[in-house]
């Protein structure tokens, strides 16, 4: 059985193509990267897994139901995504900000017990953000707000991770701590992830599968050590790239037009 | 009478209760504070209110007040007080309110700081349909009736205009309100110039946000409570939403579901705040930001902290209106802003 699974799935964004037939299976235990090259769809597409677009063609099931068919609140206790960005207009502080995440697993009527504000807290610990939680959002940083959103998701704990560029405004140390925890988190509930990259080398390091948009007709996906190739990357990019082995693993390195 | 003012407070914050079981943790501190927010805000209240029963033309003592609530024979003061000031400081209160918590509504709905309940031009719409009343020399029930049916229209206006091709996004919906408001306020300036004499004066006050000729009605009381308890029952719906439509869908939130009930919330109350008493101006946008600077953004707080204090600062305005510059009267929306201009300064200045 399959978490997450497209069945010629052709979708589109004002008029542009993002892919067309697409076929692909996201199962218990995986982690799949997208690479793309800019406005290749990456986003739409994720976007579509998540069941925040309609589809032209083509179905979507998450755990063998359609997705659509799925309560909207059911679903998001199971299914999370990290959105690209976040924006806070109103002041909040950033315990209230982490909070929003255990909303699909509260009854309307209910309040936040004392053991959710104990997981909101342990999110914040896990993101290293635990002295900041009286602060308001709006003076922390760009990283600081992405540790906060991952924070969010792991309130949220979903089984399937969809994941925007998680590593966005993260310094090294937090793109490799952060990532190696939500790869554990979805190992603990026994999921997968699903996410969009730009660092190839990360995607070596951490995903199990890879989804290369190269054209809507052209999506390569596939286990990581087969797709992930210097020959597919520079068709991928339209741009020189070489692998180099070495003893911790295969890495890429941009060459030069 | 601690004890009795924090059950009050309890019942209008309903996530205090539960938490507050646990002391001595961190959210239990969080609750204190929301505690002395509610009982200041009660205490205030209830003291404003034996005031507006108090002061005015005619001087009225403790013991005569008691005397004309318990008694209510035909007295000058049993008048004065049942006839004339205690519907109008009531209606004070439920006008304030309304304004609050339609503003602290509208502000989420768009997503924007800057909205208060007349911004999609429910209040343009009103005003030109009362304008109209006036200029035809209609009274009493005419204004209240027309006022009603005025923001209705423009409601459904606004509504249906935005709609579009379904797609239904706060800057489309902010958009066609404000045009449409700029629309019903060039009706408004029309209907102005070519009127004249005492019947200018008095549509000048309507515009202004008048008290004088507010009556009571049940039904007016009957949408405020109903649009509280609902707004309560979305609450924290209202909290994801702030963060965006796409994080609100992420977290099983419908966005068009609840900015639906968040529209139509929002427009009965601002309809019948207008139908109450004309433009007030400034509570419904000022209000809900004094409570975020005290408290945060938890709608849950936000919401019936802001019917409190919008219905408090009114009932206040409406207070210092009549006796100000006695006989005379002001329009309250003039007090209004007086009051709430130094005071939210403060609040800013003390934040930042």
Same mark, same amino acid.
Request: hydrophobic share 50%; net charge positive.
């Given at each position: 059985?399959?978490?997450?699974?497209?069945?010629?799935?052709?979708?589109?964004?004002?008029?542009?193509?993002?892919?067309?037939?697409?076929?692909?299976?996201?199962?218990?235990?995986?982690?799949?990267?997208?690479?793309?090259?800019?406005?290749?769809?990456?986003?739409?597409?994720?976007?579509?897994?998540?069941?925040?677009?309609?589809?032209?063609?083509?179905?979507?099931?998450?755990?063998?139901?359609?997705?659509?068919?799925?309560?909207?609140?059911?679903?998001?206790?199971?299914?999370?995504?990290?959105?690209?960005?976040?924006?806070?207009?109103?002041?909040?502080?950033?315990?209230?900000?982490?909070?929003?995440?255990?909303?699909?697993?509260?009854?309307?009527?209910?309040?936040?017990?004392?053991?959710?504000?104990?997981?909101?807290?342990?999110?914040?610990a896990d993101v290293s953000l635990e002295d900041a939680q009286d602060r308001q959002v709006n003076t922390l940083s760009g990283g600081e707000r992405r540790r906060l959103a991952i924070a969010t998701l792991l309130v949220q704990n979903p089984e399937l991770f969809l994941?925007?560029?998680?590593?966005?405004?993260?310094?090294?140390?937090?793109?490799?701590?952060?990532?190696?925890?939500?790869?554990?988190?979805?190992?603990?509930?026994?999921?997968?992830?699903?996410?969009?990259?730009?660092?190839?080398?990360?995607?070596?390091?951490?995903?199990?599968?890879?989804?290369?948009?190269?054209?809507?007709?052209?999506?390569?996906?596939?286990?990581?050590?087969?797709?992930?190739?210097?020959?597919?990357?520079?068709?991928?990019?339209?741009?020189?790239?070489?692998?180099?082995?070495?003893?911790?693993?295969?890495?890429?390195?941009?060459?030069?037009? | 009478?601690?004890?009795?003012?924090?059950?009050?407070?309890?019942?209008?914050?309903?996530?205090?209760?539960?938490?507050?079981?646990?002391?001595?943790?961190?959210?239990?501190?969080?609750?204190?504070?929301?505690?002395?927010?509610?009982?200041?805000?009660?205490?205030?209240?209830?003291?404003?209110?034996?005031?507006?029963?108090?002061?005015?033309?005619?001087?009225?003592?403790?013991?005569?007040?008691?005397?004309?609530?318990?008694?209510?024979?035909?007295?000058?003061?049993?008048?004065?007080?049942?006839?004339?000031?205690?519907?109008?400081?009531?209606?004070?209160?439920?006008?304030?309110?309304?304004?609050?918590?339609?503003?602290?509504?509208?502000?989420?709905?768009?997503?924007?700081?800057?909205?208060?309940?007349? +911004?999609?031009? !429910?209040?343009?719409?009103?005003?030109?349909?009362? #304008?109209?009343? $006036? @200029?035809?020399? %209609?009274? =009493?029930?005419?204004?209240?009736?027309?006022?009603?049916?005025?923001?209705?229209?423009?409601?459904?206006?606004?509504?249906?205009?935005?709609?579009?091709?379904?797609?239904?996004?706060?800057?489309?919906?902010?958009?066609?309100?404000?045009?449409?408001?700029?629309?019903?306020?060039?009706? +408004?300036?029309? !209907?102005?110039?070519?009127?004249?004499?005492?019947? #200018?004066?008095? $549509? @000048?006050?309507? %515009?202004? =946000?008048?008290?004088?000729?507010?009556?009571?009605?049940?039904?007016?009381?009957?949408?405020?409570?109903?649009?509280?308890?609902?707004?309560?029952?979305?609450?924290?719906?209202?909290?994801?939403?702030?963060?965006?439509?796409?994080?609100?869908?992420?977290?099983?939130?419908?966005?068009?579901?609840?900015?639906?009930?968040?529209?139509?919330?929002?427009?009965? #109350?601002?309809?019948?705040?207008?139908? %109450?008493? =004309?433009?007030?101006?400034?509570?419904?946008?000022?209000?809900?930001?004094?409570?975020?600077?005290?408290?945060?953004?938890?709608?849950?707080?936000?919401l019936p902290a802001s019917f409190m204090l919008g219905g408090g600062l009114v009932m206040l305005a409406d207070c210092l209106a009549r006796t100000v510059i006695a006989p005379q009267q002001l329009p309250v929306g003039v007090l209004t802003a007086i009051i709430g201009?130094?005071?939210? %300064?403060?609040?800013?200045?003390?934040?930042?």
């Amino acid at each position: 059985m399959s978490l997450l699974e497209a069945k010629s799935l052709t979708i589109s964004i004002a008029g542009i193509p993002v892919c067309n037939g697409l076929n692909v299976k996201i199962q218990r235990g995986e982690c799949w990267g997208i690479l793309g090259s800019n406005g290749a769809g990456k986003t739409t597409l994720l976007h579509t897994f998540a069941g925040l677009r309609p589809t032209d063609k083509g179905q979507i099931y998450f755990s063998d139901k359609l997705l659509g068919e799925w309560p909207r609140k059911l679903l998001s206790q199971k299914l999370g995504l990290l959105l690209q960005d976040s924006n806070d207009i109103f002041p909040s502080t950033v315990l209230d900000t982490v909070m929003i995440g255990r909303h699909p697993h509260l009854k309307f009527w209910e309040v936040e017990s004392q053991g959710d504000f104990e997981l909101g807290r342990k999110a914040l610990a896990d993101v290293s953000l635990e002295d900041a939680q009286d602060r308001q959002v709006n003076t922390l940083s760009g990283g600081e707000r992405r540790r906060l959103a991952i924070a969010t998701l792991l309130v949220q704990n979903p089984e399937l991770f969809l994941l925007d560029e998680p590593t966005n405004h993260l310094d090294m140390r937090y793109q490799i701590t952060l990532l190696e925890m939500l790869v554990r988190r979805a190992d603990v509930r026994d999921g997968a992830l699903c996410m969009v990259l730009h660092d190839a080398n990360l995607a070596t390091r951490y995903c199990s599968h890879i989804m290369l948009m190269i054209s809507p007709d052209d999506i390569v996906s596939g286990r990581v050590d087969e797709v992930l190739t210097d020959e597919n990357l520079a068709r991928l990019y339209q741009f020189p790239i070489k692998a180099i082995e070495t003893n911790e693993g295969r890495i890429f390195l941009p060459g030069s037009l | 009478m601690q004890k009795k003012r924090n059950e009050k407070n309890e019942g209008f914050a309903p996530n205090n209760r539960v938490m507050n079981k646990k002391p001595g943790s961190i959210s239990a501190v969080f609750v204190s504070k929301h505690i002395v927010l509610f009982a200041v805000l009660t205490f205030s209240i209830i003291g404003i209110f034996i005031a507006s029963l108090l002061i005015g033309s005619v001087d009225i003592s403790a013991k005569q007040l008691l005397h004309a609530l318990w008694v209510q024979d035909d007295s000058l003061v049993s008048n004065v007080v049942l006839e004339l000031r205690l519907p109008r400081t009531v209606v004070g209160f439920m006008v304030g309110a309304m304004l609050a918590l339609a503003g602290a509504l509208m502000q989420v709905l768009l997503r924007n700081p800057l909205a208060e309940p007349y +911004i999609l031009g !429910i209040s343009g719409g009103a005003s030109v349909a009362v #304008l109209t009343t $006036m @200029l035809l020399g %209609l009274s =009493g029930f005419w204004i209240s009736g027309s006022a009603f049916i005025g923001a209705m229209i423009s409601m459904l206006l606004v509504f249906g205009l935005a709609h579009g091709k379904g797609d239904w996004s706060p800057v489309r919906l902010l958009l066609t309100g404000i045009v449409i408001a700029a629309g019903w306020g060039a009706l +408004i300036s029309l !209907i102005l110039s070519i009127t004249q004499g005492p019947q #200018l004066r008095s $549509m @000048l006050f309507w %515009l202004m =946000g008048d008290l004088s000729y507010a009556t009571y009605s049940n039904w007016s009381l009957l949408t405020l409570i109903g649009c509280l308890l609902v707004s309560l029952v979305i609450a924290r719906s209202l909290n994801v939403l702030a963060r965006g439509e796409m994080q609100a869908a992420t977290l099983g939130v419908s966005p068009k579901r609840v900015r639906y009930i968040v529209y139509f919330l929002s427009s009965m #109350l601002a309809a019948s705040a207008v139908t %109450l008493a =004309g433009n007030v101006g400034f509570v419904g946008l000022i209000v809900p930001h004094m409570i975020r600077l005290m408290i945060g953004s938890d709608h849950r707080v936000l919401l019936p902290a802001s019917f409190m204090l919008g219905g408090g600062l009114v009932m206040l305005a409406d207070c210092l209106a009549r006796t100000v510059i006695a006989p005379q009267q002001l329009p309250v929306g003039v007090l209004t802003a007086i009051i709430g201009i130094p005071v939210f %300064l403060v609040l800013l200045r003390r934040q930042l």
